[in-house]
Every structure is written in structure tokens, then in C-alpha cells.
């Protein structure tokens, strides 16, 4: 049984939901490293915008995290 890589387990949610912050990769994926993995699909061609967000962490304070939106997917 071959396991998907945190890789395509994003880029598959991007394709799907058309975005995905980084509280929703750790929570479905346990991918703690979003960025990084927004990288590698961007060297693979995959266009992806980032939004960064200001919100309220769970103590009330103040708080940014991203979120990454999938613009284009490359022809494969």
C-alpha cells in the first residue's frame, strides 16, 4: 500500500478546495510545514497566491497565519 506524501496530500486539497490555510494542513494532513510545501509545488509549476490573514489565537491574542490559494495548475 503506497502512502501519499504530505505534498500530494496539499496539492490534492488544492485542487480540490481551490485553497487551504495552515491551521487546516496541520489538522487534516499534519503537515507543519505548509510553506515549504507550497514551495515545491510552486517549483513543480503550480501557480499559488498567499493571503496572509490577522485573526485571534485560542488566548485572544493577536495572531497571523496564511493561506494559500491555488491559482493555476500546470499542464501535465
Avoid at 496539492?11 to 505548509?34: C, Q
Avoid at 488566548?59 to 493555476?72: C, D, E, M, Q, R
Amino acid at each position: 500500500m503506497n502512502k501519499k506524501t504530505k505534498i500530494e496530500l496539499v496539492k490534492e486539497h488544492l485542487v480540490t478546495h481551490g485553497f487551504i490555510s495552515t491551521w487546516d494542513a496541520i489538522k487534516l494532513y499534519g503537515a507543519t510545514r505548509l510553506s515549504d510545501i507550497v514551495y515545491c509545488l510552486k517549483k513543480r509549476g503550480y501557480l499559488i497566491e498567499t493571503q496572509l490573514t490577522n485573526g485571534k489565537d485560542r488566548f485572544g491574542n493577536s495572531s497571523n497565519y496564511a493561506t494559500y490559494f491555488l491559482v493555476k495548475v500546470p499542464n501535465e
